[in-house]
């Protein structure tokens, strides 16, 4: 195994063999002539042949040709094509700078792909929504959310409404990997999951990789979501900003030197506790419910070879009903990165950034004599350098590496009791994370694309806290007992793993409009999330493997068919997949999670299996657009001592997944749009017997069955309409817009969970104790809004 990475990097180097020594190089960045921000995915090629090429993360662009004189076209889907007539005789740069066209100004564009990019390009199990689509969509009480649009697409659920995180293609919510300007996100939500930390002002593309992760990505299991913030606009000051009905948002962005350096900054607030006050009294008089984010980000050319940008999020949610208790939340990171074109084929992206998710809280009227106060946070600071080689148009070689250095604080917590303080601190934990990748992506015979690669990483678990050891339960299900304490230092490695990650993904095609694609991916995870709740709360616990917990593992296999039809204004995709876990993270039955020294003793490992289809149609362009997604899936888990050791659907399993969205262009000034939802109800654990005691009826869960009942089927509709500006009023330096939505069209009460009770009032001597069964809605009802967005020029 250790002779994989040197052998495949023989074999890209082989590739190379045969290349005319005479040949030139063609290189330069694709922008967005209003605003200066670099185009990602934009296509340039020479219209005199078939050669061409997508720029990447930062809009760069490098071809390699014979030679001659060509006409360079760069083109992305709503802007008008550019051609530059360009006599390559040597190594040459050509920026371009892409106006928007004016017969799609209208228009709703649900992706920001280029025609066929879905059936031409290698990568699967990716999706794509730009800020135009997702500004579109119907949304809760019309604020604009990444996460929420994300749940639209075929693969990714949610277990309920108000629930934070998403699952993708069977996994839990903590094997995703959500990263900001490179930066990891421990806790994207706000307000207990209903809004995303992310704000649209600043968002400039989003991307989720469900499988085929490239061998660039690493350290989750099931997905990696891809957030990239705005530039700032290099060209003039702009005022973006929006009031809503729950919060309002501004944006400020506009050139330090022009065409050279920008700056973003933008901002919100949300005020239901400043609407909420007049009407509390006693003791809610007060009361603080309320979030607010910062984001940051400025960049500076200094020539066509370097550019550094520097971004920053700062974001906090604050809970605090009355005076005499409080709780707050948030996440802080800072990005820094140095882009650097060594020559015109070899371009590097070297990136530090700082991580920090945080929560605390605290009760007592009198903090001096009955008191408690608890902070926890986890703390990462990463170096990261990537390298992109262009051999050729048809053959870039990516390598490059990462370290993560991670400090754990799971709880910092004092109680106070009649003035004497107890420390039940937890102890703090470190580790080391490093890995190291190469990856070649390469057409042969005209027909054939493959992305192949190899990740190669590494974990140590660092010493500095008592090393527990644990022995033998009494039988399964119950917490392991305690046999050892051994003191350790903070140069210790107390243990470390090294694994394998190879990476393949082939595109095959059938003819211009239809492809094959297959993929294979083996993911690590080394650091652990200990909640036994299916959604993310922000008193979750985060821990490194240690010598009790082993790094999680899975191998997803994927296979699909691809086809744009008619002249490309519909796109159909199906995909099959499976995956294989092991080393899960679960608990025996009423695990101790919280403020406990010795958690690892209550840990079980198991193994897990996903398997699913996906079907997707989209419809791109016209007045009427949208999408279909359907999936059928099947979640399952096999962990020894729990549900007599037989397998069982997870929390988060999801039968069936159909959603539809359309958007309509009523006039050029109007725009409906609708998302209907329709997802299996998922299961959860409930009594299936019990007995009477005292006169009360007492349920039990005879056979310690997993997950045995299935809550109610979730569906809803989202309604919303959107008034733009008039046509004469577009040249105006003002511009607002209006929208008007409506969630849950039909007031359905969707249950979060379901749980048994005994039935309210005293029963007869000798008659039988009445239970039931009580759906918990965390929305029941229709829920109208109305929202107005500017912009200032």
Do not use: C
Request: charged share 20%; proline share 4%.
């Amino acid at each position: 195994m250790r002779r994989m990475l040197p052998t495949l990097l023989l074999m890209v180097l082989a590739t190379t063999i045969g290349q005319a020594q005479t040949n030139v190089t063609v290189k330069g960045y694709v922008r967005d002539a209003s605003n200066g921000e670099t185009l990602i995915g934009a296509t340039v090629y020479l219209e005199e042949t078939s050669k061409g090429t997508v720029t990447n993360e930062y809009g760069f662009y490098s071809l390699t040709v014979s030679p001659g004189t060509y006409t360079l076209v760069a083109s992305y889907l709503g802007f008008a094509d550019q051609r530059q007539e360009a006599e390559l005789l040597g190594n040459a740069t050509y920026d371009f700078a892409l106006g928007e066209s004016g017969k799609l100004l209208t228009e709703v564009i649900v992706t920001a792909e280029e025609e066929d990019r879905n059936v031409s390009t290698v990568q699967m199990s990716v999706e794509r929504l730009d800020m135009t689509t997702i500004e579109k969509l119907p949304s809760l009480l019309g604020e604009v959310d990444v996460l929420r649009s994300i749940q639209l697409l075929p693969g990714v659920t949610s277990v309920g409404e108000g629930a934070a995180g998403f699952n993708v293609r069977g996994g839990s919510i903590d094997q995703n990997l959500v990263i900001l300007d490179e930066a990891p996100v421990f806790n994207s939500s706000h307000l207990f999951g209903f809004f995303s930390v992310f704000n649209p002002d600043a968002v400039k593309s989003v991307k989720l990789y469900k499988g085929g992760i490239p061998a660039r990505y690493g350290g989750r299991l099931s997905s990696i979501l891809d957030v990239r913030m705005k530039e700032g606009n290099n060209q003039h000051f702009e005022v973006q900003g929006g009031i809503g009905t729950i919060f309002s948002r501004l944006s400020v962005e506009a050139p330090i030197v022009k065409d050279r350096s920008s700056f973003l900054l933008a901002g919100r607030r949300s005020y239901i506790d400043v609407l909420a006050g007049p009407f509390l009294n006693d003791d809610l008089a007060g009361t603080k419910l309320n979030f607010y984010d910062l984001t940051l980000k400025t960049n500076y050319r200094f020539s066509d070879k370097d550019q550094v940008f520097l971004s920053g999020y700062l974001g906090r949610d604050i809970f605090s009903p009355g005076d005499a208790a409080g709780f707050s939340w948030g996440n802080a990171t800072g990005t820094l990165r140095w882009n650097h074109l060594f020559t015109d084929k070899l371009f590097s992206n070297l990136t530090f950034y700082y991580s920090d998710y945080d929560y605390a809280i605290n009760f007592g009227d009198e903090p001096e004599e009955d008191a408690f106060n608890w902070d926890a946070s986890i703390i990462n600071t990463s170096v990261k350098p990537e390298f992109s080689y262009f051999i050729s148009p048809t053959n870039v070689l990516r390598f490059g590496g990462q370290a993560i250095h991670y400090r754990f604080e799971p709880a910092n917590a004092v109680a106070v009791s009649d003035g004497d303080e107890i420390d039940i601190s937890i102890s703090r934990q470190w580790a080391l994370e490093s890995s190291l990748f190469v990856e070649n992506e390469v057409t042969l015979f005209d027909r054939l694309k493959l992305n192949y690669g190899l990740r190669v990483s590494h974990f140590a678990y660092l010493g500095g806290r008592n090393v527990y050891e644990f022995g033998e339960a009494p039988r399964v299900g119950l917490p392991r007992p305690l046999t050892g304490i051994t003191p350790t230092d903070r140069d210790e490695t107390i243990k470390d793993w090294f694994n394998f990650e190879p990476r393949a993904a082939a595109q095959f095609s059938l003819n211009d409009n239809s492809s094959l694609k297959a993929s294979y991916q083996r993911t690590v995870q080394y650091i652990h999330l200990l909640s036994n709740t299916t959604a993310s709360i922000p008193l979750d616990i985060w821990t490194p493997s240690t010598n009790n917990i082993d790094p999680q593992l899975a191998d997803q296999y994927a296979i699909g068919y691809f086809r744009n039809l008619a002249e490309n204004k519909y796109e159909l995709s199906l995909e099959t997949y499976y995956k294989d876990f092991s080393n899960l993270v679960d608990y025996i039955d009423g695990a101790d999670l919280v403020l406990n020294e010795f958690v690892e003793g209550q840990v079980l490992a198991g193994k897990g299996r996903a398997y699913g289809t996906e079907l997707q149609l989209k419809k791109t362009e016209g007045r009427a657009s949208g999408w279909l997604s359907y999936t059928l899936a099947r979640t399952e888990r096999l962990v020894e001592g729990i549900n007599n050791n037989t397998w069982y659907p997870t929390r988060f399993d999801q039968t069936h997944n159909f959603n539809l969205t359309g958007f309509y262009e009523l006039n050029d000034r109007i725009t409906l749009s609708a998302t209907f939802v329709y997802n299996t109800g998922t299961p959860l654990t409930l009594a299936n017997s019990g007995y009477y005691q005292l006169g009360y009826f007492v349920p039990n869960n005879a056979g310690d069955a997993r997950n045995n009942f299935r809550i109610p089927d979730y569906h809803r509709l989202d309604f919303s309409l959107t008034l733009d500006p008039k046509a004469e009023k577009s040249d105006r330096r003002w511009q607002g817009q209006w929208i008007f939505g409506v969630y849950n069209l039909y007031a359905r009460r969707n249950p979060f969970t379901v749980y048994g009770d005994q039935v309210d009032g005293r029963t007869a001597p000798g008659a039988a104790i009445n239970t039931e069964a009580i759906k918990l809605s965390v929305v029941g009802s229709i829920i109208p809004s109305v929202s107005y967005n500017f912009t200032f020029k």
